[in-house]
Nanobody, 116 residues
């Protein structure tokens, strides 16, 4: 059974940090690129970042201005999204998505709220 489980979301003050995790099982994790996608309240899906299967290549949405970084541990089938200097506009449900040759799997999402 394929599973992607995000965790690490929560409430944080502006300027704070959170680290999200995406734990995978049921497929060959190390051969899939992983994207992070978010959905703010009342808005559509917004692409955040992508990390290659090996972890050597990452791409980021320009609006992040370098505040987020990601990494992966293929030995533990987990990808991490480190979010720093969070802003109220970062409030969203964050999803991880595994992608390979047109096949994709989604997690259930984790809520991030940035508020004072």
């Amino acid at each position: 059974q394929v599973q992607l489980v995000e965790s690490g979301g929560g409430l944080v003050q502006p300027g704070g940090s959170l680290r999200l995790s995406c734990a995978a099982s049921g497929f060959t994790f190390s051969s899939y690129a992983i994207s992070w996608v978010r959905q703010a309240p009342g808005k559509g899906l917004e692409w955040v970042s992508c990390i290659s299967a090996s972890g050597r290549i990452t791409n980021w949405a320009a609006y992040l201005e370098g505040r987020f970084t990601n990494s992966r541990d293929n030995s533990n089938n987990t990808v991490y999204l480190q979010m720093n200097n969070l802003r109220p506009e970062d409030k969203a449900v964050y999803y991880c998505k595994a992608i390979k040759l047109g096949r994709s799997y989604w997690g259930q999402g984790t809520q991030v709220t940035v508020s004072s």
